[in-house]
């Protein structure tokens, strides 16, 4: 029995019809994040059984209880960072990396904490291999930030909290922008917070379901 074996050109084929039907039909119209999207191969950061669904619009698992976002999701929370390629980014849950990647696109420097070892050591040879030189990943709770690298111009973060994280939005730049899913373990709201020298300004983006963010300042044991 043979099986089909998807080509580049097949995955190139599948990687438009997503950001056609996918980002570009629902709104997405940051040409910087539509382009990076055409080039990243997102089936290269889930298991090879998983290649050919890489392009869905679905969540796809990644081990450890994690998943990869929908590539809406990606889009929609990338576009609400507003970046113009000079910023130092934090990313919170460097999962399978697709998302890093994402954003080294966009931006000048991506620091990324993840706090499953295997995931970031994974991520870590996969954007290594893809030519990603602006991009540190670290081994940790997110849920504290990395405050050696801070203050961060956009922070993004790829799991469902209770509350803002305090060290988060410590961590800010001036106008920095915090984009973070904030919920219960079921449902969550797509948040940005902006760092004014008045105090944080909050707005809703629209609801989301993440799986959860653990540590201190988000769920625990």
């Known amino acids: 029995m043979s099986f089909f074996k998807p080509t580049a050109q097949d995955f190139a084929r599948a990687r438009d019809k997503m ?46 209880k994690q998943t990869l976002s929908q590539p809406y999701i990606a889009a929609r929370m990338t576009e609400a960072l507003d970046l113009q390629g000079h910023e130092k980014v934090l990313e ?15 931006c000048f420097n991506v620091f990324s904490v993840e706090a499953i070892r295997s995931l970031s050591t ?10 990603y030189h602006n991009i540190a ?4 709770d997110g849920t504290l930030g990395w405050s050696d690298h801070a203050p961060y111009d956009a922070i993004i973060v790829t799991a469902g909290a209770p509350d803002l994280p ?4 410590t961590q800010l730049s001036l106008d920095g922008r915090l ?10 709201v797509l948040v940005r917070v902006t760092r004014k020298a008045s105090g944080l300004e909050q707005e ?11 540590g201190k300042y988000g769920w625990q044991n």
């Open 122 to 131: 994974r991520a870590r040879a996969l954007l290594d291999g893809l030519g």
């Open 204 to 214: 809703e983006l629209g609801e989301c379901r993440f799986v959860k963010l653990w």
């Open 19 to 64: 950001v056609q039907e996918q980002i570009i039909a629902r709104g997405i119209t940051n040409a910087r994040i539509i382009e990076a999207m055409r080039r990243i191969p997102r089936h290269l950061f889930v298991d090879p059984g998983l290649a050919k669904s890489a392009y869905t619009d679905n969540a796809l698992p990644i081990g450890e």
């Open 166 to 169: 305090a060290p988060l939005t």
């Open 92 to 106: 919170i849950g460097t999962g399978s990396g697709y998302q890093t990647a994402l954003l080294a696109e966009l």
């Open 179 to 188: 984009v973070i899913p904030v919920g219960d373990e079921k449902s969550q």
């Open 137 to 140: 990943l670290y081994v940790g």
